[in-house]
RNA sequence: GGGCGCAUAGCUCAGCGGUAGAGCGCUACGUUGACAUCGUAGAGGUCGUAGGUUCGAUCCCUGCUGCGCCCACCA
């Protein structure tokens, strides 16, 4: 038996779906997701819990569907995050990183990332994420190294992977390259300093504006526009980089915007895109003047070197100043590339680095969404992906740090580079190279991007390169879920890593959710405080609540705006509902009775409730297959709230709490074997409809789904085999006009200000069926419910209308005739408007003649309904100034 | 500078070419056996704005306004 009180801490943990989760089905047929492998970094977010729980209410779902289910989960090295936060822990130690060797460091990294990869284990487990445990994979194991170095390696051999001296995004304090997707701009408060480059070989000068002063050691030129009349006479005079002596030249070039600045620009090709590529057109020298870590290096004057570009910057200033050659300095907001990792501005750098040419594989992956063979659900991000492939740029793969897949190439003593899966066959290349036995090879410092295994994961995870059966049976048979934050970094790499090396996608569905923010739309940060860890709420609400609010709050293309508030008000009311709901039924002795044949229902309220969750079914069906997990929870939560609870157990009550007969010999039979069959039918739906809540709430909310269907007698979790052509009209129609009638007597009551509790007699005409027979069968429930006795009445009534129907209500001495009568009249007013409206139209010819027969018809139907109310109030009213 | 999304009740959001919906909040009333984490009833919206298409527009199209996001190497 229940307990009274609803506590999802007292059951949630007694359950494990590892062997649901890990059981195959081989004559099934496959459908499998793949988990976003979460960083290795900490603990999961809020964002990971409706990203996951989406995925596993699909896994779920189709499990009890008969699908043979993979999901299939991971963790991700995280290379930059990882390193850095380890990094950080480790000086708060007092270790400093120069202190420690590369094979130390990693050791501390292996040994964070067990701690943070078990506890994320162990979250996934609370949020009740069905995943298959016993497969789970690191984007670091060895069969993944081996992978991605296979994978590295044919991308060379294909041309589309090459090593080269480029200007890419640096981030000084990682003192690594990064990708271009790693570079966020950000606008800030900053300057523009007006310096003065005086003439070389004459008085005067020319003024140049920019927002890096510290960076005109490394100026080569000035650049002036072509058309620009004012400095026309300038091009090729020599001017003196301030504080120093060497003379640069004034060159024309288009890329000299006369709108911008003063119109003359300091060229650093070191140190800017745009003047790299100036330096290209105008053979201008290159003057690197900063470190890895972003300080001064040995190209500036002394007293700079070795500081760090924001001391240089207000040094440079300072002495600017001093020497009369700061013309003035404005005040300007300012977009400046920040890291996305470190947070700290980054600088353009000319380094050798890795580079994948995704020209080509782009196309693919474009290619195979427009065809239809990957679909985008909400569709419009197809647009936001295409954009993005088809302006894509060379992908800078190398990053100089420690933590991640080393690249799979090996230089010989003279900078020739070998690139193999292996030191072996690298070493069989450089042999051959070189023509002789012995080669000293040392492998590439560098480690790959994250994203660059990342992209492998739908077949790395299936055993590519080996051809097993997982890789042929679940490949291109997945879904992924994800937020649109990471199309680019991780769909987009996946569908061009999977193309080129299977030939096919990886998935025909991407489900792009949105992102969770608290309930003032913010986005969560740990900066603004903002952020609710999912754990704290499972803790206190436990892990269904968190998921039913999460899933009822997941509208296709918006953010979910959450707060605890909504997860107590939406998960945890629901839960406790069903709750006291399956206790009442089993303080009822209601159990689940395989015999029990919905369509051989007797009663009608029976056949109603069967008829209502029957609907139930396919609509959540439809819903969860449509994405629509809102529209799952709202159907489950209408059904379960208001049709089962509010209307059919009160419904149910009166039968239930009627006596048991005895059958003896001085009793009627029949009638006692009526009603024994009577509760027993009952009882029976009434298990039965909890049971069909269970299973569809299931996917959606696993712990008190099977919990409370255990305690009603199932075990095995399956989808509800529901029978679709249920012929139970009459009797719908029947309790709906019941339920009607409750209602407006409910509402009159009210109206009338009538206690609920006071029992009215009232007169039944013209309802349009067997009045005998309809008040015979519920005659007890518009007691208990309505509060009225069916029969004559005599004085003063009020009549309410319901469709055809007129109850009279006695109400002699018991109200305010005059508050009634206005009643009457709004309601005819509002009757008489609303007929007018629906006249216009049927008045229309060319509504007539252009709406659809069908709507026509509503419409004529909807005006002799209107009529005939009218008629009923305006009777009632009439007699009312009578009495 | 390009592109995308959003605008519906006090709040959070569904919806839809044919008389506006839910949850929360609010108001009134109601509890001795499922549930106050509750029940019953009710108030509350000219569906951002201006045009257009249509017999009919909250819904489709266009402009505008406001908010949010993405992309882009500019001093």
Known sequence: MLDKNFDPKSFEKNFSFDIEASTRKPDAEPFMVLLPPPNVTGSLHMGHALCFTIQDIVARYKRLKGYDVLFQPGLDHAGIVTQLLVEKQLYANGIKKENLTREALLKEIWLSKENSGAAIINQLKILGISCDFSRLRFTMDEDAK??????????????????????????????????????????????????????????????????????????????????DERYKRFVGKEVVVPLTDRKIKIIADKYADPEKGTGAVKITPAHDFNDYEVSFRHKLKVIEIMNAKGEMNENVPEIFQRMDRFKAREKVVELLEKKGLLEKIENIKQKVPFGDRSNVPLEPRITYQWFVNCKKLAEAAIEAVKEGKTRFVPRHWENLYFRW?????????????????????????????????????????????????????????????????SGMWPFVTLGWPKETDDLKRFYSKMIVVTGFDIIFFWIARMMMSGLYCMGEVPFPEVYIHGLVRDEKGQKMSKSKGNVINPLSLCEKYGADAVRYALASLSSPGRDVKINERIVETIGRNFLTKLWNVVRFAQMNGCLYNKDFEPKKAVSPITKWIVRQVSQMVSDVEESIEGYRFDEA????????????????????????????????????????????????????????????????????????????????GILDMTWPDIDKNLDFKDDVEEIELLKMIISSVRSTKQCLRLPPSEKINVRLENLGSDIESFVSKYEEILSRMAGIIVGEVAGQTVPVVVNGAIIHMECEGKINIKEEKTRLR?????????????????????FLSKASEEVVQEHKKRVDEINDRIQKVDYILQNLNVM
Request: negative net charge.
């Open 633 to 712: 929870t709202g159907h489950i939560y209408r059904c379960l709230w208001n049709s089962f609870c509010d209307w059919f157990m009160e419904f149910a009550k009166p039968i239930l709490q009627r006596p048991s007969p005895i059958l003896t010999d001085d009793k009627p039979q029949e009638a006692c074997l009526r009603l024994i069959l009577l509760k027993k039918e009952i009882r029976d739906a009434i298990a039965w409809a909890i049971v069909q809540f269970t299973r569809v709430l299931y996917p959606i909310a696993p712990f008190i789904s099977k919990k409370l269907s255990g305690e009603m």
């Open 826 to 846: 709004n309601e005819i007013a509002k009757l008489k408007r609303n007929r007018e409206e629906t006249l216009s139209r049927l008045m229309n010819d060319d």
């Open 146 to 227: 081996k992978a991605v170095a296979k994978m590295f390696v044919k991308l060379f051999d294909d041309g589309l992977l090459y090593r080269g001296r480029r200007m890419v995004n640096w981030d000084p304090l990682i003192g690594s390259a990064i990708s271009d997707l790693e570079v966020v701009e950000k606008e800030i408060d900053g300057h523009l300093w007006h310096l003065k480059y005086m003439f070389a070989d004459e008085d005067g000068y020319i003024t140049v504006a920019t927002t890096r002063p510290e960076t005109l050691f490394g100026d080569t030129a000035v650049a002036v526009n072509p058309l």
């Open 389 to 453: 492939l088809e302006e894509i740029r060379p992908w800078c793969v190398s990053r100089q740090i420690w933590w991640g897949h080393r690249i799979p190439a090996w230089h010989g003593p003279d900078g020739q580079y070998f690139v193999a899966e292996n030191l072996e066959e690298a070493t069989a290349k450089a042999t051959k190279f070189y023509g002789k036995n012995k080669v000293e090879l040392t492998q590439d410092e560098d480690v790959l991007d994250t994203w660059f295994s």
